[in-house]
C-alpha cells in the first residue's frame, strides 16, 4: 500500500511527470538491455585477444584488464617486485582509513603517521635488504595516492599560515600572502606542473636541483596550499570578533589565541570543504601524467599504447581507471556529508 | 613590495658576474660515480626500458661507453627519461651530464640553447607513416590530409617548410607525447604521422598490430643529423664526449670489435690500434681520464657499427639498413676525425 | 587601551615593534628567495650562453596550426601563432561556459523535480562526472571520437549537408560571402566549416565535467530560497514554471553567482588540459615555441599571465554582474 503511493506521488503525480516517467522507462528498454549485453552477456572476460577482437562492437572486453592489471596499477615498477607498492599502498590506506575514523583519533595517530611513511618509502625505494628502486619506475595507484596524500599534508599546515597572513593586520605580509594567493589561483596547475618540471631546474644552481618527483610534489604542494588557505580564510572570517577580544582580554599572545581559541573552532567549520577539495587534489593528481610521470592514468597509456594487440581496447581500460578514481572519490564525498553532519551536530 | 623583487632582481643581474666553474663535469661525475644521461622515454633501438628497468638502444648504448670511458663501468649511467620538450632544460640545468636523445643537431639549437652538440651517431631524414590502405605512394599527393605530430621537435616547423614548397595544405594535430601521436594515427585520426625515419620504422615495427599494414613513404623531407648534446661552458666534458663517440667509430674503421679487443690491444702493432688502444700514446691523459679508455668502451658496447647491428640494423626488428651511417671508405659519412 | 599605547613607545616588547620585525623578516625572506632563484637562473644563462628576452615574438613562427580561428601563416610572426592559441582556449571556453551552464542549471532544477526517476538520473549524472578527473574524461572522449567514427572518407552523413567523421564535424558555413557546403574529400572535407574531434572532445569534457559542478551550485542556491516564498508563489496560483523563473531563481542567484564564478574560472583553467590531447590552445602553441626557440621562462610567463588575465577579468565581469544583480533586488 505505501509503495503504491509513493509510486503515484514520485513517479506519476501529474501527467507531466507521467509522461516523464513513461519516456525513461521507454528509452531503459530499448538501451538497458543493450548496454548489458555489451557489458556483460557479450563481453569477453578471458585475456583472449582473438575473442576480444571478434567481439569488437557487440560485446566489451574486460579481458584486457585480466591481462594488462598489474602494469596499469603499478606502472613501471619492477614486476617480481610489485608486491612492494601494494603492501605499501596497503599501508598507507590503512593509515588514512584510520586517521578518517573518530575511534582512532587519539595522540598515537602522530607517530603512526611517521612510522608507516617510513615504511611506505623504504619500500618503495628499497635499500636496507631489498632491492634499490629509483623513483622514475614507481607508478600508477601507489603514485596516484601518495601524490596526493603528500600534497594534502603538507599543503593543510601551510594553508593555515598563508591564511592567517592573508587576515594578519601587518601589510606587508598581508601583501605577501595576498599576492601569492591569488597568483596561484589564476593559474591552472598544468602551468605550475610545466615550471616545476621544465623550469625549476634552471632556477637552481647547476647540478643542485632536486628529482623530478620531489619538484612536482613542491608544485602541487605550492599550488593547493593556496587553495585550501582560501577555505580555512572562510573559517577565520566565521568566528565572532568577541572570541579574540576576549583572548586578547586574557592576555595571550598572537599564535597563543590562534592556537587556542580561533583555529580549532575555524577548522572545524570547514572541515567538509576541505574534503571536498581533496578530491580535488586527488583527482587533479591526474595531470602529473603531462610531465611525464606514470601515476594511475599516465600508467595506463603506458600499458595499452605500446601493445598494438590490446590497444584497441583502451576505452575499457579508461572505463576500469574511472571506476577506481570514482571509487575513492565518492568514499571521500560520502566521507565529508558524514562529518558535515557531525560537525552540525557538535555545534 | 613589488619594488623590493624589482630591486633584487637588478642587483642579480650584477652579482651574476661571479666566475662559473668550468671542467668540473668530470670532477663531479667521477665523484657521484655515475654518468646522468637523458634518454627518451621509449624509442624502439634508440632508448627503450623493459620492465625490469634495464635501458638498450643505440642511444643508450652511447651512455653507456661514455660511463665506460670515463668510470671504467658501463653500468654506472643514471638514465633519466625526458620528453621532447623537457630535454634542453635538463641539460641546461644539470639535471643530466649528456643528452643522448635522438636529438637533431641544428645552428638555432647550437647558439641559443647553450648547449654544444658532441657529433652524429644516426644520420637519418624525415618520413610519413602512412597505413597501406589509404593507398598514398607518394607524400605530394596527400594534400590537405592530416597529420600528427610529436610538439617540441623540429618535425613540426619541417612538415610546415614541405607543407608550403608543394602547396599540400597539410593541417598538424600537434600532441605533448610520442604515446599520444602514435595513438591518435592509429586510431585512424591522422592520414599520417610524421617523424624521423628511423623512428617510423620503430613505431611501425613496436606498435602497429601489423606491420606490414603501414608504409614508410619514399620522401625523405628534411635532414636529420641525431647526436648527443653536452652543456656549454666545460671544454674538458665536450672533449670526452666527441672523442668517446669518434673512438667508436674509428674502431669500427679499424676493426676493433667488443670480442677482439683485448687481443687487438695486446698484441696488434699497427701503430692507428695501438694508439686508439693506448698502447702507444696516453691520448686517456689529454682528456683526464685513464690510459685504455676508448678499450673499456669497446669492450662495453662495442665498436659503432655493431651499437647499429644490434639495435637498429637489418638483424633488428626495426630492419634499417645502414645507408648513411656507414664508414666513409664504404659509401657512407660516418667519418671520426682520428685519435692522434 | 593599554596595549596600543605602549605599542606607541616603540619598547623592544611592543606589539608594533614585533610586527615590523614580522613584516621585515618575511619581505627579506621572499626577497632572498627571488634573489636567489633570479641569480641561479641569470648565471646559469650566461654561463651557457642561453639566450633571453621575449623578442622571439616577432620573428617568424615556422609551424602551421591545425585550426584557426584568424588567417595565419607559419610565416606570420610567434606573436600571432600565441593569439592563434589564445582565441582558440577562449573559443572553447566560451562556448563551453554557455553549454555548461545551460546544462547545470537543467541538472540542479532537475534535482527538484516531482519525479523520482528524473531525480535519480540527476543526482547519479553528478555524481559520476564530478568523481571522475576531468584529464580523463577528455582522454576518453578523444578516444571514442577517433575510435568510433567512420574515416574521413566515408563520412556518415546527417541530412545531405552534415558529415560526421573522425576528422570532425563538418557543417555549412558562410564563407567568403557564400554559403559553403562541406563535401568528402580523399583527406579531409572540401568546403564548409569543421568542429575537429579534438575540439569536440575538449568541449564536451568541459561541458559535462563542469556541469556536474554548477548543477550542485545550482541546486544549493535553490534549496536556500526559503519555503515560504515557493508557497506564496502557489498559494498566488502561479504555474510551476513561472514560480521557476519569477520567484525561485532569481533569489537563489544570489547565492549561486560566487560559486558559478568560480566554476567558470575553473572550466577556463581546465581547458589548458587540451594539450593532452593536441587541441591547438594556448598551452600547445607555447610549448611547441618553447622548444624552437628555448625561451622556456618566457614561454611558461605567457601562459601564466594569459591566464591570470583571463581568470582575473571574468572574476571582475561577474563581480560586476553579482553586484548588480543584488543591487535589483533590494
Known amino acids: 500500500m505505501k509503495r503504491r503511493s509513493w509510486i503515484r506521488k514520485n513517479l506519476f503525480a501529474d501527467w507531466k511527470s507521467g509522461s516523464v516517467t513513461v519516456f525513461f522507462l521507454l528509452v531503459a528498454l530499448v538501451y538497458v538491455p543493450r548496454l548489458l549485453d555489451w557489458a556483460l552477456f557479450g563481453a569477453v572476460f578471458a585475456p583472449n585477444v582473438d575473442a576480444c577482437q571478434a567481439a569488437r562492437g557487440t560485446g566489451a572486453c574486460w579481458g584486457v584488464i585480466v591481462e594488462k592489471w598489474r602494469l596499469i596499477i603499478f606502472g613501471r615498477y619492477p614486476f617480481d617486485e ?47 635488504g631489498l632491492t634499490p628502486t629509483p623513483s622514475d619506475l614507481w607508478g600508477g595507484l601507489p603514485l596516484t595516492i601518495m601524490l596526493s596524500t603528500i600534497a594534502i599534508a603538507l599543503a593543510f599546515p601551510l594553508s593555515i599560515f598563508v591564511a592567517l597572513g592573508r587576515r594578519s593586520r601587518l601589510p606587508a605580509i598581508r601583501t605577501i600572502c595576498t599576492v601569492y594567493i591569488e597568483l596561484i589561483r589564476g593559474v591552472p596547475l598544468i602551468s605550475i606542473l610545466f615550471m616545476a618540471s621544465f623550469l625549476f631546474p634552471l632556477f637552481m644552481p647547476v647540478g643542485k636541483s632536486p628529482d623530478v618527483l620531489l619538484r612536482v610534489i613542491a608544485g602541487l604542494t605550492l599550488f593547493w596550499a593556496a587553495y585550501l588557505a582560501e577555505i580555512v580564510r572562510g573559517g577565520l572570517q566565521a568566528i565572532p570578533k568577541g572570541h579574540l577580544e576576549a583572548a586578547d582580554s586574557l592576555g595571550l599572545t598572537y599564535w597563543q589565541a590562534q592556537r587556542k581559541v580561533v583555529l580549532p573552532q575555524a577548522l572545524a567549520i570547514v572541515v567538509p570543504a576541505m574534503v571536498n577539495n581533496f578530491i580535488a587534489i586527488f583527482k587533479d593528481t591526474s595531470l602529473v601524467t603531462i610531465v611525464s610521470l606514470y601515476e594511475l592514468t599516465g600508467s595506463l597509456g603506458l600499458a595499452l599504447n605500446s601493445d598494438a594487440n590490446w590497444r584497441p581496447f583502451k576505452i575499457e581500460g579508461y572505463l576500469f581507471i574511472a571506476a577506481v578514481y570514482f571509487t575513492f572519490c565518492f568514499a571521500m564525498s560520502r566521507y565529508s556529508l558524514w562529518i558535515e553532519k557531525q560537525v552540525a551536530h557538535d555545534r | 613590495m613589488k619594488r623590493t623583487i624589482i630591486g633584487f632582481a637588478i642587483a642579480a643581474a650584477f652579482l651574476a658576474s661571479a666566475p662559473v666553474f668550468a671542467g668540473k663535469t668530470l670532477d663531479s661525475i667521477k665523484q657521484k660515480g655515475q654518468v646522468a644521461c637523458g634518454v627518451h622515454t621509449g624509442l624502439a633501438g634508440f632508448s627503450q626500458a623493459d620492465s625490469q628497468g634495464n635501458w638498450s638502444g643505440i642511444d643508450v648504448d652511447y651512455c653507456k661507453a661514455l660511463a665506460a670511458a670515463v668510470l671504467g663501468d658501463a653500468s654506472k649511467v643514471k638514465y633519466v627519461p625526458l620528453t621532447a620538450a623537457q630535454r634542453f632544460t635538463a641539460l641546461q640545468s644539470g639535471e643530466i651530464d649528456v643528452l643522448s636523445r635522438n636529438t637533431t643537431w641544428t645552428l638555432t639549437r647550437d647558439a641559443s640553447l647553450g648547449i654544444n652538440f658532441v657529433g652524429v651517431t644516426y644520420y637519418d631524414g624525415q618520413g610519413f607513416l602512412v597505413p597501406v590502405k589509404s593507398k598514398v605512394k607518394s607524400a605530394k599527393s596527400m594534400k590537405g590530409a592530416t597529420v600528427c605530430v610529436q610538439s617540441g621537435t623540429t618535425t613540426e616547423k619541417n612538415m610546415t617548410d614541405y607543407s608550403r614548397a608543394n602547396k599540400l595544405d597539410l593541417k598538424p594535430v600537434v600532441f605533448e607525447k610520442i604515446e599520444a601521436a602514435t595513438g591518435a594515427y592509429f586510431s585512424g585520426r591522422c592520414a599520417a604521422f610524421t617523424t624521423d625515419a628511423s623512428g617510423l620504422a620503430s613505431v611501425r615495427n613496436k606498435e602497429a598490430k601489423n606491420p606490414a599494414d603501414h608504409v614508410i613513404l619514399p620522401e ?25 663517440l669518434f673512438g667508436l667509430i674509428e674502431s669500427e674503421e679499424y676493426g676493433i670489435t667488443q670480442a677482439n679487443v683485448d687481443k687487438m690491444a695486446a698484441e696488434s702493432t699497427d701503430p692507428v690500434i695501438m694508439r686508439i688502444t693506448g698502447k702507444s700514446e696516453d691520448t686517456g691523459k689529454l682528456l683526464g681520464l685513464d690510459k685504455d679508455w676508448m678499450v673499456k668502451a669497446v669492450k662495453a658496447v662495442g665498436n659503432y657499427g655493431e651499437m647499429f647491428e644490434r639495435n637498429v640494423g637489418p638483424k633488428t626488428a626495426l630492419n634499417l639498413p645502414r645507408g648513411l651511417n656507414n664508414q666513409w671508405n664504404k659509401g657512407g659519412l660516418q667519418y671520426a676525425p682520428p685519435i692522434r | 587601551m593599554r596595549r596600543r599605547s605602549a605599542s606607541r613607545s616603540w619598547s623592544w616588547r611592543s606589539q608594533a615593534f614585533r610586527g615590523l620585525v614580522w613584516q621585515v623578516v618575511a619581505v627579506l625572506l621572499v626577497g632572498l628567495a627571488a634573489w636567489y632563484l633570479g641569480h641561479n637562473t641569470l648565471e646559469n644563462m650566461r654561463a651557457r650562453g642561453i639566450k633571453s628576452g621575449f623578442d622571439f615574438l616577432f620573428g617568424p613562427a615556422g609551424f602551421d596550426i591545425g585550426e584557426s580561428l584568424v588567417k595565419y601563416d607559419a610565416l606570420d ?237 571574468t572574476a571582475a565581469l561577474m563581480n560586476w554582474y553579482n553586484k548588480r544583480m543584488a543591487i535589483r533586488e533590494r
Open chain 1, 82 to 128: 610489485q608486491w612492494r607498492p601494494a603492501l605499501a599502498t596497503v599501508l598507507l590506506l590503512g593509515l588514512l582509513f584510520a586517521s578518517c575514523i573518530r575511534r582512532f583519533w587519539s595522540a598515537w595517530l602522530a607517530p603512526a603517521w611517521v612510522i608507516v611513511w617510513a615504511l611506505f618509502f623504504w619500500l618503495m625505494r628499497g635499500g636496507a
Open chain 2, 220 to 244: 625523405l623531407i628534411s635532414k636529420e643529423p641525431l647526436g648527443p648534446a653536452v652543456r656549454r661552458g666545460d671544454d674538458e666534458w665536450f672533449a670526452i664526449a666527441k672523442w668517446t
Open chain 3, 77 to 313: 610572426p610567434v606573436w600571432k601563432a600565441f593569439l592563434v592559441g589564445l582565441l582558440n582556449t577562449l573559443r572553447v571556453a566560451i562556448v563551453g561556459i554557455v553549454l555548461a551552464t545551460l546544462l547545470g542549471v537543467a541538472l540542479g532544477i532537475g534535482r527538484f523535480s516531482k519525479n523520482a526517476l528524473l531525480r535519480g538520473l540527476c543526482y547519479a549524472y553528478t555524481e559520476t562526472f564530478r568523481n571522475i578527473p576531468i584529464l580523463l574524461q577528455l582522454l576518453f572522449w578523444y578516444l571514442v571520437f577517433t575510435e568510433i567514427l567512420p574515416p574521413v572518407n566515408e563520412p556518415v552523413t546527417l541530412g545531405t549537408t552534415f558529415f560526421l567523421s573522425k576528422g570532425g564535424f563538418s557543417f555549412p558555413w558562410w564563407i567568403d560571402g557564400v554559403w559553403s557546403v562541406p563535401t568528402p574529400g580523399a583527406f579531409s572535407m572540401d568546403g564548409g566549416a569543421t568542429a575537429t574531434p579534438e575540439f569536440m572532445a575538449v568541449l564536451l569534457g568541459l561541458v559535462f565535467y563542469t556541469a556536474a559542478f554548477i548543477g550542485e551550485v545550482v541546486r544549493a542556491g535553490i534549496a536556500a530560497v526559503p519555503k515560504g516564498q515557493v508557497e506564496a508563489a502557489s498559494s498566488l496560483g502561479l504555474p510551476r514554471g513561472l514560480q521557476v523563473r519569477k520567484v525561485i531563481l532569481p533569489q537563489a542567484m544570489r547565492v549561486i553567482i560566487p560559486p558559478l564564478t568560480n566554476q567558470y574560472l575553473n572550466l577556463t583553467k581546465n581547458s589548458s588540459l587540451a594539450v593532452a590531447i593536441g587541441y591547438p590552445d594556448v598551452v600547445s602553441i607555447a610549448t611547441t615555441t618553447l622548444n624552437n626557440t628555448g625561451r622556456a621562462v618566457e614561454c611558461i610567463s605567457i601562459i601564466m599571465l594569459v591566464y591570470l588575465t583571463t581568470s582575473l577579468s
